[in-house]
């Protein structure tokens, strides 16, 4: 299993930035992508971004393209998001994962490809 630690999260007003970090630890070399998801209240998780462990492909949701950036770094086993030009309905808690190829070598947002989930930070974008 891969354990997962997110942080970062805050209140910030509209049009600001945000960076979100998750520290992965445990099994890490047995995920093969690594994503952000997010859920607001009563509305479903969904995917927001994500991208292939040591490689260089990303796929995020259209929402965000253009917005936030996923990256790595490998040596520190952490994951982030810049999240730039927030929108009051970026408010979500916002999770980080560990899962599985959707085909080989592809990953994408999907919460059925990722099997181990951190316990999420909090994002609050007021307008």
């Known amino acids: 299993q891969v354990q997962l630690v997110e942080s970062g999260g805050g209140s910030v007003q509209a049009g600001g930035s945000l960076r979100l970090s998750c520290a992965a630890s445990g099994k890490t070399y047995s995920a093969y992508c690594m994503g952000w998801f997010r859920q607001a209240p009563g509305k479903e998780r969904e995917g927001v971004a994500s991208?292939?462990?040591?490689?260089?492909?990303?796929y995020y949701a259209d929402s965000v393209k253009g917005r936030f950036t996923i990256s790595q770094d490998n040596a520190k086993n952490t994951l982030y998001l810049q999240m730039n030009s927030l929108k009051p309905e970026d408010t979500a808690m916002y999770y980080c994962?560990?899962?599985?190829?959707?085909?080989?070598?592809?990953?994408?947002?999907?919460?059925?490809?990722?099997?181990?989930w951190g316990q999420g930070t909090q994002v609050t974008v007021s307008s």
């Open positions: 994962a560990a899962g599985r190829f959707r085909v080989w070598g592809v990953c994408s947002t999907d919460t059925g490809d990722f099997y181990s």
């Open positions: 991208l292939r462990v040591g490689g260089q492909i990303t």
